[in-house]
């Protein structure tokens, strides 16, 4: 199957794609500094280099493209007809460098979020923002995947392998997640 569009382009539009700040990523940063959640960016001297650090609360939030970082089940975590041996080596590439990260972090005692693009494209994302929150707040599981049209999230203790189970976090008032978090974006990891 030959491309739609010639090389020239179709390098230019690769070379758009951007590794950091990309818009879900955007999104979700506004929605946690609404509700008083403060953070860092990027920080270089954690495995990863992870989207979003919480030092306050020693976890980090990946913000995740399901084409590129495989969200299984995802429907846009589609493979291209094109070199399909080309897009597997790539992609296998891409989740096996995810799964050394989150390793890293979680054996230098850091929690791990990853929240997927497909649950970022609601209009309403406060089921996302509302769980992320809790579960930084409340200090659950070591690892949390919050994903899909469906709004739902997988914990675990340890590894990825659960169970999925349905968004229902008990969230305390946001004045009580403004004084709680008062005062962590100075904090240093």
Not at 10 to 20: D, E, L, T, V
Not at 121 to 134: A, H, M, Y
Request: glycine letters at 8%; a positive charge; charged letters at 25%.
């Amino acid at each position: 199957m030959t491309d739609v569009v010639d090389k020239a382009t179709r390098s230019r539009m690769m070379a758009g794609i951007q590794g950091k700040n990309t818009i879900p990523e955007l999104m979700l940063r506004k929605a946690l500094h609404a509700k008083g959640i403060r953070y860092r960016l990027h920080y270089a001297k954690l495995p990863g280099r992870p989207d979003i650090v919480f030092p306050r609360f020693k976890s980090v939030c990946f913000v995740h493209g399901c084409f590129w970082h495989r969200h299984p089940g995802c429907r846009f975590a589609t493979t291209p007809a094109t070199r399909p041996e080309f897009w597997q080596t790539k992609f296998a590439s891409n989740v096996a460098r995810d799964h050394r990260n989150r390793d890293e972090l979680m054996a230098i005692g850091w929690r791990v979020a990853t929240v997927w693009e497909c649950a970022l494209q609601r209009k309403d994302l406060d089921p996302v923002v509302t769980t992320l929150i809790g579960w930084l707040i409340g200090g659950g599981s070591e690892v949390i995947e919050i994903g899909g049209g469906d709004g739902q999230v997988r914990h675990s203790p340890r590894a990825l392998r659960s169970h999925r189970l349905q968004i229902s976090p008990q969230m305390p008032s946001t004045s009580q997640t403004h004084r709680r978090c008062a005062g962590s974006h100075g904090d240093n990891p």
